[in-house]
């Protein structure tokens, strides 16, 4: 599902045009990014929780050159799946 079919659903599901839905969708969006960025968790009971994870500089290879190379250390956000959604597509 794309987000321009995301936003169509929910401006069918709630009744309201396909600007309101896209404004709601981008303000949620928006938020969860605000939050990961301040290095806070962003749960959804039942769907899931969006997290930052650090990932620790390391050693990699250029694979057309073989070349070996450094890959910094970075900030990477993470979700993990709740129970009701892991249960919804078993």
Known sequence: MTKEELV????KDTKVTKAQATR????MLDGITGS???????????????????RKARMGRNPQTG??????AA?????KA?????EAVR
């Open 8 to 11: 169509a659903k929910i401006a």
């Open 24 to 27: 709601a969708l981008n303000s």
């Open 36 to 54: 990961l960025k301040r290095g806070r968790k962003v749960s959804f009971v039942g769907f899931g929780t969006f997290s930052v994870s650090k």
């Open 67 to 72: 070349e070996t190379i450094r890959i910094p």
């Open 75 to 79: 900030k990477v956000p993470k979700f």
């Open 82 to 86: 709740g129970k009701s959604l892991k």
